[in-house]
């Protein structure tokens, strides 16, 4: 309001100084309000892309332009931290299903150094911190039962002498162990081994000739016994493995407790009764019986999602969508924001009511490659659906089962050699997982040469890479049809303002023919298709007018009414091809042009600049126009909605409609811009 009184007052005096000093000072004002606004809005924007550290350097470059972009900073700033602790504390729930504990560990502290901590990221510490420790402790256990058995190998080539040793060896490692841990057990079967070798090598004493008789029989006793003895004293234990779905459960059976997916127990015959836990699961509990005849098959123990507690009393209860989860797999685990809610049915499909938000989801089964997590947000009382692929892992062939058991020699070997494969195979799976993962950063920077090559590479390893090659095939054909309709619309755009600018009707014709399939197509420019359609149905009309009737209307003592008309007309015109060419300016990002029909553009001249050197493209368009012309022809007052169409190098188009004002004047007899506002 103040502006507008400065400027009747200047029109008014202008050559009163105080008046004109007053007036650009409130035109600067208004200057830097507006760029301030713009650049706020523009922050804004980058915050609800998810682009927090663009947002972050736009803020810092132009903080001295306004003290109130320090709190906007600091909110953005902390955005960001909880952006990147959320996708680092993501990273590292990924590696803790992958039984990687100890690289989510270093990744969860270095998290809580650069981001700080939470209750979250605290609780994900000390579970890591707990399963490291476990998976020590196995590790440990392990070794010593390896070492073990390697003495008891040793025990029946050995002198006595060694015998002595190896026992002593024995009780040293089986020291640390409870009597019902099967390190104790398998130190105790050395004992009465290495007792029985150092009784069976004991010198016969002297026999009488005539007792030969007697101590032949005595003899066959004592070789019957050196066949008994170790059958009556060897107490067999059978081999017995838990696996748990998902990996990382505490699995116990009395007094002893392994972690899953390393976890296995020698068992001697009898009933047992086993436990598997693990945060955010339900308890599961199962009966064991152990037979020494028969080999026991591993054990696998599916573990469900705890239910989550229930809202404070007193809470007003949120309003809900419906998620609709499809994986074509029974049983698979569903994460909602990395927290376990449920499995699929038997058809591989789970749904639940979800927070009207945004949501993280993710779907994993053992056995199966995990996929790329997606990002869905309910809305109230709609339903979602969402589909994953799960691709089964390569399964080795299992040998058929040997009629004749194997000794116990033998099956250490081959648990050894087991351990080794189950190694080799994990990394090779692990190297597949991470191309994966790999390949689908490329498709998200639409760099689908590198997400080929590693889909070559996975190929290469013996890798299933047919779905993810039709992933990249649809990304690529996806940004190509991307690509050719914005082509599409900016050439029907630019038809359309060379057309409309000579009152081209069969130019406008065809823009519209071009803006109304770009509309069918359903695209991002829809929206400005169907109105550029509807603003040429206009000028076609108008053009298709016939021309008013020019018979000259009586003349008055006051002067000529068709020359005082011819001239408004015209100045009309020129003020409007004056617009046109503020419009083209903006089309070729030439600031020069801008300069040559606004002399006064002063510092915006740089801002302009920069602005055009910063843009892929822009589109600026000045509709709806009112226009004022003052009554000695010397003055113009142009009202109007601008519509900036402004893409940035590297992003995506930003749409912007305000109402602005373009004050014109004569200068030498040429119309010329002052002031936009």
Same mark, same amino acid.
């Given at each position: 309001?103040?502006?507008?009184?400065?400027?009747?007052?200047?029109?008014?005096?202008?050559?009163?100084?105080?008046?004109?000093?007053?007036?650009?000072?409130?035109?600067?004002?208004?200057?830097?309000? +507006?760029?301030?606004?713009?650049?706020?809005?523009?922050?804004?924007?980058?915050?609800?892309?998810?682009?927090?550290?663009?947002?972050?350097?736009?803020?810092?470059?132009?903080?001295?332009?306004?003290?109130?972009?320090?709190?906007?900073?600091?909110?953005?700033?902390?955005?960001?931290?909880?952006?990147?602790?959320?996708?680092?504390?993501?990273?590292?729930?990924? +590696?803790?299903?992958?039984?990687?504990?100890?690289?989510?560990?270093?990744?969860?502290?270095?998290?809580?150094?650069?981001?700080?901590?939470?209750?979250?990221?605290?609780?994900?510490? $000390?579970?890591?911190?707990?399963?490291?420790?476990?998976?020590?402790?196995?590790?440990?256990?392990?070794?010593?039962?390896?070492?073990?058995?390697?003495?008891? $190998?040793?025990?029946?080539?050995?002198?006595?002498?060694?015998?002595?040793?190896?026992?002593?060896?024995?009780? !040293?490692?089986?020291?640390?162990?409870?009597?019902?841990?099967?390190?104790?057990?398998?130190?105790?079967?050395?004992?009465?081994?290495?007792?029985?070798? +150092?009784?069976?090598?004991?010198?016969?004493?002297?026999?009488?000739?005539?007792?030969?008789?007697?101590?032949?029989?005595?003899?066959?006793?004592?070789?019957?016994?050196?066949?008994?003895?170790?059958?009556?004293?060897?107490?067999?234990?059978?081999?017995?493995?838990?696996?748990?779905?998902?990996?990382?459960?505490?699995?116990?059976?009395?007094?002893?407790?392994?972690?899953?997916?390393?976890?296995?127990?020698?068992?001697?015959?009898?009933?047992?009764?086993?436990?598997?836990?693990?945060?955010?699961?339900?308890?599961?509990?199962?009966?064991?019986?152990?037979?020494?005849?028969? @080999?026991?098959?591993?054990?696998?123990?599916?573990?469900?999602?705890?239910?989550?507690?229930?809202?404070?009393?007193?809470?007003?209860?949120?309003?809900?969508?419906?998620?609709?989860?499809?994986?074509?797999?029974?049983?698979?685990?569903?994460?909602?924001?990395?927290?376990?809610?449920?499995?699929?049915?038997?058809?591989?499909?789970?749904?639940?009511?979800?927070?009207?938000?945004?949501?993280?989801?993710?779907?994993?089964?053992?056995?199966?490659?995990?996929?790329?997590?997606?990002?869905?947000?309910?809305?109230?009382?709609?339903?979602? !659906?969402?589909?994953?692929?799960?691709?089964?892992?390569?399964?080795?062939?299992?040998?058929?089962?040997?009629?004749?058991?194997?000794?116990?020699?033998?099956?250490?070997?081959?648990?050894?050699?087991?351990?080794?494969?189950?190694?080799?195979?994990?990394?090779?799976?692990?190297?597949?997982?991470?191309?994966?993962?790999?390949?689908?950063?490329?498709?998200? $920077?639409?760099?689908?040469?590198?997400?080929?090559?590693?889909?070559?590479?996975?190929?290469?390893?013996?890798?299933?890479?047919?779905?993810?090659?039709?992933?990249?095939?649809?990304?690529?054909?996806?940004?190509?049809?991307?690509?050719?309709?914005?082509?599409?619309? @900016?050439?029907?755009?630019?038809?359309?303002?060379?057309?409309?600018?000579?009152?081209?009707?069969?130019?406008?014709?065809?823009?519209?023919?071009?803006?109304?399939?770009?509309?069918?197509?359903?695209?991002?420019?829809?929206?400005?298709?169907?109105?550029?359609?509807?603003?040429?149905?206009?000028?076609?009309?108008?053009?298709?007018?016939?021309?008013?009737?020019?018979?000259?209307?009586?003349?008055?003592?006051?002067?000529?009414?068709?020359?005082?008309?011819?001239?408004?007309?015209?100045?009309?015109?020129?003020?409007?091809?004056?617009?046109?060419?503020?419009? @083209?300016?903006?089309?070729?990002?030439?600031?020069?042009?801008?300069?040559?029909?606004?002399?006064?553009?002063?510092?915006?001249?740089?801002?302009?600049?920069?602005?055009?050197?910063?843009?892929?493209?822009?589109?600026?368009?000045?509709?709806?126009?009112?226009?004022?012309?003052?009554?000695?022809?010397?003055?113009?007052?142009?009202?109007?909605?601008?519509?900036?169409?402004?893409?940035?190098?590297?992003?995506?188009?930003?749409?912007?409609?305000?109402?602005?004002?373009?004050?014109?004047?004569?200068?030498?007899?040429?119309?010329?811009? $002052?002031?936009?506002?």
């Amino acid at each position: 309001m103040a502006l507008e009184v400065l400027r009747r007052c200047n029109t008014r005096s202008p050559n009163d100084e105080t008046v004109s000093r007053l007036l650009r000072t409130a035109e600067e004002q208004l200057r830097k309000e +507006l760029e301030v606004n713009s650049i706020r809005t523009h922050a804004e924007n980058l915050v609800r892309e998810e682009r927090e550290q663009e947002a972050v350097v736009l803020i810092e470059k132009n903080l001295s332009k306004d003290p109130a972009f320090e709190e906007l900073l600091a909110t953005t700033r902390r955005k960001l931290i909880a952006k990147r602790r959320e996708e680092s504390l993501t990273k590292a729930v990924l +590696l803790q299903r992958q039984a990687r504990y100890g690289e989510a560990h270093g990744l969860v502290q270095q998290a809580i150094r650069q981001y700080g901590s939470t209750p979250a990221a605290a609780d994900l510490e $000390r579970t890591l911190h707990d399963q490291i420790e476990a998976e020590r402790r196995q590790k440990s256990h392990d070794a010593d039962r390896d070492k073990l058995l390697a003495i008891e $190998r040793q025990v029946p080539t050995a002198k006595q002498a060694k015998l002595k040793k190896l026992a002593i060896r024995a009780q !040293q490692i089986a020291a640390t162990y409870a009597a019902e841990d099967d390190n104790a057990g398998i130190a105790s079967r050395i004992l009465r081994r290495v007792e029985l070798e +150092l009784a069976t090598a004991a010198p016969p004493k002297p026999i009488p000739v005539r007792q030969i008789a007697a101590g032949a029989a005595a003899t066959l006793a004592i070789a019957a016994g050196i066949i008994v003895i170790p059958r009556l004293f060897r107490v067999t234990a059978v081999p017995v493995e838990i696996r748990t779905d998902p990996p990382g459960a505490s699995v116990r059976i009395g007094d002893r407790s392994c972690l899953s997916p390393n976890c296995r127990f020698d068992l001697k015959p009898g009933q047992y009764q086993i436990e598997a836990r693990r945060d955010g699961y339900q308890p599961v509990e199962q009966s064991l019986t152990v037979d020494s005849t028969k @080999q026991i098959a591993p054990i696998n123990l599916m573990m469900q999602p705890a239910p989550p507690p229930p809202p404070p009393l007193g809470t007003t209860a949120a309003s809900t969508g419906t998620l609709v989860v499809q994986s074509g797999v029974p049983d698979a685990l569903v994460f909602v924001d990395h927290t376990p809610r449920g499995r699929t049915d038997g058809r591989g499909v789970f749904s639940m009511q979800l927070e009207v938000r945004s949501h993280q989801i993710l779907v994993e089964k053992n056995g199966y490659r995990t996929p790329r997590g997606q990002q869905v947000d309910i809305v109230s009382g709609a339903s979602r !659906q969402l589909t994953f692929s799960l691709d089964p892992l390569r399964s080795e062939a299992t040998p058929e089962p040997r009629l004749k058991a194997k000794s116990e020699a033998e099956q250490s070997r081959q648990a050894v050699e087991d351990k080794t494969k189950n190694a080799d195979k994990l990394q090779h799976d692990q190297l597949l997982a991470d191309l994966q993962t790999a390949a689908r950063q490329d498709l998200n $920077r639409s760099d689908f040469t590198s997400a080929r090559q590693k889909a070559d590479q996975i190929k290469a390893a013996g890798g299933s890479s047919g779905t993810l090659i039709t992933e990249i095939d649809q990304a690529e054909a996806q940004a190509s049809r991307a690509v050719q309709y914005e082509n599409s619309y @900016q050439q029907a755009f630019q038809q359309y303002r060379q057309a409309a600018a000579s009152n081209d009707k069969s130019g406008l014709e065809e823009a519209r023919n071009s803006f109304q399939s770009i509309a069918q197509q359903g695209g991002s420019h829809t929206a400005d298709a169907q109105k550029y359609s509807h603003d040429i149905d206009k000028r076609l009309v108008a053009l298709n007018q016939p021309p008013p009737n020019t018979a000259a209307p009586p003349t008055t003592p006051h002067g000529k009414p068709e020359e005082l008309l011819r001239g408004s007309v015209d100045e009309s015109a020129a003020v409007g091809n004056v617009i046109k060419k503020y419009e @083209q300016a903006f089309d070729d990002k030439n600031v020069d042009e801008l300069r040559q029909i606004w002399p006064d553009i002063g510092r915006k001249y740089a801002d302009y600049k920069k602005s055009f050197e910063n843009a892929q493209a822009q589109h600026v368009e000045v509709v709806n126009q009112t226009v004022k012309i003052s009554d000695n022809g010397e003055q113009a007052m142009v009202t109007a909605s601008l519509i900036d169409n402004y893409t940035p190098k590297g992003s995506k188009m930003m749409k912007r409609t305000d109402r602005v004002q373009f004050e014109l004047i004569k200068k030498n007899g040429t119309w010329v811009i $002052r002031s936009v506002q």
